[in-house]
């Protein structure tokens, strides 16, 4: 088994309805369980607010967020376990993020030590 | 875990309610986004985190923080409600005011406000439905657009110049302003009609017509529950609804086809609801006043209490029948009404009643009108008749349902 994160990508929010607000919810829950009953969960993460600061250079320079475009900003991770990269990237087409425009899972092997 | 059904559009009303006493009903949009924003972060969090034990008062807590930010940020380029303007000045009293209009108890009456505020006289009895289908039980603009089977664009159109007249009413209706009485009536023919959508509704789908029902009855509570607005009037018409509610599952058989009144399996009823209805007639008969809904009550109660249709007294019903044409006059009533009589004087007497009606023309599009007069003249043993009124109730079926059922009506005239 390797490691793998997953980067949550989702664009702009979108408008939905609460009815669809809750609908989308129970699909993200729906396949976080089902991964998670298949074992390939190893951390749910977390959530990121869209905003925060960004500091750079040897001047240490604070700059406000956003860093890029809205669809460009990571609103969360996942660390998964998977047989291999092929296998991590099958489960992340389950992901309900494809459901809105410009949602994207970047899936990113962990380094292993030695 | 699984969130119960529909919680979000049930949130989504209250917190609407309670936002717009603060921000005022002129910034209504801006409550609508505190809203959205807060369902946005429950779907960014709640899967990651899990659903949190409370889930409503999760979404409050984080409306209430994102209404915060929002007064404090724009306190001086915007104005907020008048009545509580000077509170949100100052940082002292803003969180308080805040909290105050959020707490349990103050959101139960915002809501009961926005109810009244969304049946503004100057809207059309259609717009008011349809800004408290939207506002206050969540539907969105599609989704109250399929309600009531009209395009999206319509109803956006429809749905905007209702805000519109909302915003420009300055602050939310007063519960004891001079025009309560008035307001009160229109309110309870909104949920009147609202509820009707559901259950005569043209829309096929079971499932939106249950909810419209139930959406219906859950704001008519809310009326019940408060001094001023628990009249025997609001009574009533919540025992129209429960008794009608308890109707719905003999209402489809068992290959889900409509079941007619005559021919519904009664076992199937609700009794709880039958009784909570029943319970609320009972309640409703105080005071000088017998509206429309004590007579529909009546007349559902009748039907409720009986076993099967030769049980039932079908004089008592032309006779409620008689007290509802003095009240609210109308071709859909004077049908029914004739329909009663045909149970309890013969076919041919119902069919000189229908021929009767004033204002046929006003009807002439429903099916059921012509479903009843090919139902007394099959009756009457002339099929030839009976069947080309069914075909001109198929012509005007609304949905495959009323289709399959017309059509076995027609099968079975030969």
Known sequence: MSEFVYLYRSGARATRSPEQAQQEMQRWMTWLKDLTDKGHIKDPGHPLERSGKLVTGKSRSVTDGPFAEAKDVVGGYTLVQANDLDQAVKLAAGCPIFEIADGTVEVRPVMRMG | ?414
């Open chain 2, 1 to 414: 875990m699984d969130l119960g059904d529909h919680l979000f559009r049930r949130e989504s009303g209250r917190l609407i309610a309670a936002l717009t006493r603060v921000f005022g009903i002129h910034n209504l949009a801006l409550a609508e986004d505190v809203v959205q924003d807060a369902f946005c972060r429950a779907i960014e969090v709640w899967p990651f985190r899990g659903i949190p034990d409370n889930p409503s008062a999760w979404l409050m807590a984080t409306a209430r923080h994102r209404a915060i930010d929002v007064l404090r940020r724009e306190r001086t380029a915007r104005t907020f409600a008048p009545e509580v303007g000077r509170l949100l000045e100052s940082e002292w009293t803003l969180v308080p005011m805040v909290d105050e209009a959020l707490a349990a108890s103050a959101i139960k009456d915002d809501v009961l406000r926005m109810m009244f505020s969304c049946c503004h006289p100057r809207l059309s009895e259609d717009a008011q439905i349809a800004l408290i289908l939207h506002i206050l039980c969540g539907f969105g603009i599609d989704e109250t657009a399929a309600a009531f089977l009209s395009s999206e664009a319509a109803m956006y159109k429809r749905l905007s110049r209702g805000k519109k007249q909302l915003a420009s009413s300055n602050h939310l209706f007063d519960l004891t302003d001079a025009d309560f009485t008035a307001r009160l009536s229109a309110v309870q023919r909104a949920l009147y009609l609202l509820f009707n959508e559901g259950y005569h509704g043209a829309s096929a789908e079971s499932a939106v017509r249950a909810e419209l029902c139930r959406e219906a009855m859950r704001l008519t509570m809310l009326l019940i529950d408060h001094p001023l607005t628990a009249t025997p009037s609001s009574r009533a018409l919540a025992a129209l609804m429960h008794l009608h509610a308890a109707r719905v599952p003999g209402r489809l058989d068992a290959e889900g086809n409509l079941s007619p009144l005559f021919e519904q399996d009664r076992s199937r009823w609700d009794s709880t609801l039958i009784e909570q209805g029943l319970a609320l007639l009972n309640k409703s008969a105080t005071g000088p006043e017998a509206t429309e809904y004590h007579v529909e009550a009546a007349i559902a109660a009748v039907h409720a209490r009986a076993v099967c249709t030769e049980d039932t007294e079908w004089n008592q019903i032309v006779a409620l029948y008689d007290m509802l044409m003095t009240i609210r006059p109308s071709p859909v009533v004077a049908l029914n009404r004739a329909i009663a009589v045909a149970q309890s004087e013969g076919a041919e007497r119902g069919l000189e009643e229908i021929r009767a009606i004033a204002d046929a023309d006003r009807i002439a599009e429903y099916p059921f009108y012509y479903a009843a007069l090919g139902e007394l003249e099959h009756r009457c043993h002339r099929d030839e008749i009976a069947r080309g009124h069914f075909h001109a109730a198929l012509a005007r079926a609304r949905n495959p349902m009323e289709q399959r059922y017309l059509q076995q009506r027609l099968d079975s005239c030969r």
